[in-house]
């Protein structure tokens, strides 16, 4: 089996999970990837401080894709006043694949993101 | 070069990053658009400088300055030479990015006005874009864009349509896409701007390193390139000029060597091409570019264009055999230089180049310092595969095979 590919993150790719738009929605951002100039944007919609729905839109590679998919699921419920602790570590070690310094961008562009959305911190997580 | 059967004739034995590659497999090297593996003679050239002959230039009395001196010019005179140029209208610069905006700058603050008009075109790259960009906001001129058509080419028709609109002072375009491949007519274009009265910069980044370049011919006003990319080593680029306009032109950087006097208010300025050599310039760079192009002219820029031209041909029709890859740009490789950017189908770009380099293809994704066009064709990206001198049909059979299994990986 692929180490990069595995079939989890291949089916999230083919098969996103929470992707599209979300009418209406209390946030939202938009990012773009400066190695590929891929997008990606967030909808939110917001219930007693906790993200109540989630959705991803834009285009990317199978590691943005996978990782948006992946962190909607986890995303969905979780207090906003956790999101911006959220870091790098906890996208990666929840992808489950080696991610080379050069795709790091393509695994985290969906918690930059989100955290703008939410705490309009645009920085990249470190 | 390639033999009738399809083999190396030597041209692969002379780049020792394909026999010394510390990654242990088989380099199999198709991103020379982005920059160009380096032969034993420009190795050797840069170190031989630096071990023999190296001294800072122009001023210096002693033997040794005197031999950096004599290398230095040397090298100028041999790059100028090779793409039909004089020394003396022949900057060296950083890259081509800083020799347009060199002319952005030193030609474009003090010539353009509001209601002037900067033509450029949708296939351009960044650096033939931004800095006209900033200098039009700078000066309330207009940015224009030429369109590319469905073949990825330009319309004459449409630049004759800009033109008689008379407001146009530049026109700036690459000779060959960086995207797309395109080889553009460069002088009937140069023709028309001038009958027009408009001034041309012509980005040659991508011309230079395959195929014959005479730019007095080709009728450019200013022609910038870069040494990376031709079989040289980074940080030099070129700008030629034409002499009554750079003899016009303010200096772009300013410091030592560009200066004939200088006074404590006020300086005078050296002549060409000095002027436009702020600093100490990259010595053992043009020594280096000038034994890249030593060698390109030993093989000959015909024969090199007729092994790209063959290589592209073998590329294309290769690549149509895999199932849901789309190239962009024109057909034939008669009519674009030696690269193909393409789409899979159910792959993006991206992981067609983590895929390929697992059969040790390397290859380019992205959007190629191309954003404008690539909003033009409708894609993020592209995955480009690129060709130079040491490439054979072997190594297009690699991409198409590591394709194929990239393919397969995706379940495809």
């Known amino acids: ?126 | 070069m390639e033999t009738p059967s399809g083999g190396r004739a030597g041209v692969r034995a002379d780049f020792p990053i394909f026999t010394q590659n510390p990654g242990g497999r088989p380099l199999i090297y198709l991103d020379s658009a982005a920059s160009s593996q380096k032969p034993e003679v420009v190795i050797e050239a840069l170190a031989e400088h630096l071990r023999k002959h190296n001294a800072n230039v122009h001023r210096g009395v002693y033997t040794l300055a005197q031999e950096a001196d004599a290398a230095y010019e040397g090298a100028r005179r041999r790059v100028a030479a090779f793409v039909g140029a004089q020394p003396e209208t022949t900057i060296f610069t950083k890259n081509a990015t800083e020799a347009i905006n060199l002319v952005a700058y030193s030609w474009g603050r003090a010539n353009l006005a509001a209601g002037d008009v900067v033509l450029i075109t949708q296939m351009e790259h960044h650096a033939n874009i931004v800095p006209w960009q900033v200098l039009c906001a700078e000066r309330g001129a207009e940015l224009r864009y030429l369109e590319v058509d469905e073949q990825g080419e330009l319309s004459l028709a449409a630049l004759d349509a800009e033109l008689a609109r008379g407001d146009v002072r530049l026109v700036a375009f690459a000779h060959v896409s960086n995207v797309l491949g395109t080889i553009n007519p460069v002088a009937e274009m140069t023709a028309r701007a001038r009958a027009a009265g408009a001034l041309t910069l012509v980005d040659g980044a991508q011309a230079v390193p395959q195929m014959g370049v005479d730019v007095e011919a080709l009728g450019a006003d200013f022609y910038a390139w870069t040494g990376h990319k031709a079989l040289g080593p980074t940080g030099i680029g070129v700008l030629h000029g034409r002499r009554e306009l750079l003899e016009d032109m303010q200096p772009f950087l300013t410091g030592g060597d560009m200066i004939a006097s200088v006074d404590f208010q006020s300086a005078t300025w050296n002549e060409l091409p000095y002027k436009f050599e702020a600093g100490t310039p990259p010595i053992a760079e043009a020594v280096g570019l000038g034994a890249a192009v030593e060698y390109l002219a030993g093989l000959g820029m015909e024969r090199v264009r007729a092994h790209e031209r063959s290589l592209t041909a073998y590329m294309l029709e290769r690549l149509a055999e895999v199932p849901g890859l789309r190239v962009v740009g024109p057909t034939t490789a008669q009519r674009r230089g030696g690269l193909a950017s393409f789409t899979i189908e159910g792959i993006h770009p991206h992981d067609v180049a983590e895929l390929v380099d697992r059969g040790g293809v390397c290859i380019r994704a992205g959007h190629h310092c191309a954003q404008p066009l690539m909003r033009c064709l409708g894609v993020g990206a592209t995955a480009r595969a690129s060709v130079g001198v040491y490439n054979d049909r072997s190594d297009i059979d690699a991409l198409i095979d590591a394709l194929l299994s990239g393919r397969e990986v995706f379940g495809l």
């Open chain 1, 1 to 126: 089996m692929d180490d990069l590919y595995r079939d989890y993150i291949l089916d999230h790719y083919k098969r996103p999970r929470n992707f599209g738009e979300l009418q209406p929605h209390d946030l939202e951002a938009l990012e773009h990837n400066p190695l590929c100039g891929d997008e990606l944007g967030v909808h939110i919609l917001v219930k007693d401080d906790r993200i109540e729905d989630i959705r991803f839109h834009g285009h990317g590679c199978a590691i943005s894709q996978a990782s948006a998919s992946i962190a909607s699921e986890e995303l969905k419920g979780m207090k906003l006043s956790e999101v911006g602790g959220l870091d790098a570590d906890w996208m990666i070690d929840l992808l489950g694949i080696p991610v080379s310094a050069t795709r790091r961008k393509c695994a985290l562009l969906n918690l930059k993101v989100v955290r703008g959305a939410v705490t309009g911190d645009h920085s990249w997580p470190a």
